[in-house]
């Protein structure tokens, strides 16, 4: 009886709180998620007491980001442990393999092993369809009653979470020991360690081995200026995502893209230009939270986003958006193509190729593959203009002020089309926004669209006009966190998370990236 009163008090039981820290794939952990905030004030107090412990704090981390892939994607930690694990003594037997075929050899056994995994759970329904849909069609033309009867299945296979990102991640490992740029570990601890690390390990940045792997072993040391620029990114990160992605998403944008049709075409182009903050937030606001976090642990992180939308160029906005990914692209294949070096036609070519296969990264449907198609033009577009006409600019730097604000908005919409692409679930769905924008547009429903959606609206302008601020503006804000006593922080996090909180939907909204 007394047992049943301490395990029962006030309705609250131990069963219950034993069960928030079990995996349920439909609520995997989120930085935004109040279990992770507690989680992780547990994690930093137990942290900073193994500062100057390296081989305690090193498996305590690991062991702590495990656990955190286990709540993201349950078992399948296991995946990513054979994954890591396998590549950790692949990069040792190529350093010691003298022959350079068979260090080649070496490779090309990681790349199996990560992309044959990342292909069967990411592409392989993708590709059966295809098959299936041949099949049937050839059927049909050969009066082959077998093959007409053929019908498309798809296996129930569940995706892990982060499962691109981490192999991309391991790629770049072996493939920079490979090329003589790094050595090779050599604890296994000390691997699984890097590419487990719990702030990018489920949606990125794709953090490169020789910028991380030299900050694992120094004693861990978080001065006032990281520690400000740390809560800085993650109060950031935190209104960027639960704020503005998911309340324009739910109340506004998800609506348009779910039935086009019954919306006139400015409404249309509204929801357009909220999916495009919409991603950028949700996007942006992790890598935020990710490198904020990582600040806080005593390691930095380069920049995921730099104002991607301020972009006069589209090479611009390539090196402003999901930097780590785009440079990942550039390093390990576009150059591995050929790069620029076989001439200007192969050089369009590897473009094309090189964001064809980024789209192609980002799902497996045939809108991925237009949408990287669509880059991957406009950037050889770009290059070939570039290459003729000296006063087109890379960046748009140098630009004239009237030409680079011409130039911003022309790449904005450029990237809004491929957005639509990005966004819509069937291409039937693409043609209806664009048939509307273009066929049904009423420009005089615009004031209803601002006073019937009037958070959104409002909204949407803070999120572009935060976008588009002078970095100057956002260093300052930034100081003036740093600057501000703790107390102070304390309560501008205490104001953060009430603010969250209003906002808050009626469950936790996922990152978009997640899917990837």
Not at 46 to 63: E, G, P
Not at 218 to 229: H, I, L, M
Not at 439 to 449: I, L, R, S
């Amino acid at each position: 009886m007394t047992g049943d009163i301490l395990n029962n008090i006030g309705g609250f039981s131990i069963e219950k709180l034993g069960e928030l820290f079990l995996y349920h794939h439909n609520a995997p952990i989120l930085f935004s998620s109040g279990l992770f905030f507690f989680l992780f004030i547990g994690f930093l107090i137990i942290y900073m007491s193994l500062r100057k412990h390296l081989l305690a704090r090193i498996i305590y981390v690991t062991l702590f980001s495990i656990y955190f892939y286990y709540k993201s994607s349950g078992f399948f930690f296991f995946l990513l442990l054979f994954v890591a694990t396998s590549d950790f003594f692949i990069a040792q037997r190529i350093v010691r393999t003298a022959p350079k075929w068979g260090r080649k050899a070496w490779v090309i056994l990681s790349l199996c092993i990560d992309l044959g995994l990342l292909g069967y759970f990411k592409y392989f329904n993708f590709l059966r369809e295809i098959v299936a849909t041949i099949g049937h069609e050839l059927g049909y033309q050969l009066g082959n009653t077998s093959l007409q009867s053929i019908t498309y299945q798809p296996l129930d296979i569940f995706l892990p979470v982060g499962i691109s990102f981490f192999t991309f991640q391991t790629i770049s490992y072996v493939i920079d020991v490979y090329r003589g740029r790094i050595e090779p570990l050599h604890r296994w601890i000390d691997y699984v360690f890097y590419v487990s690390f719990f702030p990018q390990l489920v949606a990125g940045p794709i953090v490169r081995a020789r910028d991380f792997l030299p900050q694992i072993y120094k004693v861990p040391a978080v001065t006032r200026a990281q520690f400000g620029e740390g809560l800085f990114l993650v109060l950031c990160g935190l209104f960027k995502k639960t704020v503005i992605s998911d309340y324009i998403s739910l109340n506004f944008v998800d609506r348009i893209f779910d039935a086009p049709l019954l919306y006139t075409g400015v409404e249309n182009l509204m929801g357009v230009y909220g999916y495009a903050l919409q991603i950028y937030c949700d996007f942006s606001g992790y890598s935020d939270m990710a490198i904020g976090i990582a600040l806080l642990l005593g390691f930095r992180f380069n920049i995921n986003f730099d104002s991607p939308y301020q972009s006069a160029t589209i090479t611009e906005f390539w090196r402003r958006w999901h930097i780590s990914l785009s440079s990942w692209l550039k390093d390990y294949l576009y150059i591995s193509l050929g790069g620029n070096r076989k001439g200007k036609i192969r050089t369009y070519i590897n473009l094309l190729i090189t964001m064809l296969l980024g789209g192609l990264w980002h799902g497996a449907s045939i809108s991925f593959i237009l949408w990287g198609a669509l880059h991957g033009v406009a950037l050889a577009i770009h290059k070939f203009v570039m290459g003729h006409f000296s006063s087109f600019k890379p960046l748009g730097s140098d630009m004239k002020p009237w030409r680079r604000v011409l130039g911003i908005l022309i790449t904005f919409h450029l990237v809004c089309f491929g957005w639509i692409l990005f966004r819509a679930d069937s291409m039937q769905t693409v043609g209806e926004v664009l048939t509307q924008i273009f066929t049904n547009f009423h420009p005089e429903v615009f004031m209803q669209f601002v006073m019937g959606y009037k958070g959104v609206f409002i909204l949407m302008v803070i999120g572009y006009v935060m976008h588009f601020m002078p970095k100057s503006a956002e260093n300052g804000l930034q100081a003036v966190v740093t600057r501000s006593p703790l107390l102070v922080q304390a309560v501008m996090l205490a104001v953060a998370i009430f603010v969250v909180v209003q906002f808050k939907s009626a469950g936790v909204q996922p990152f978009i990236y997640f899917q990837f």
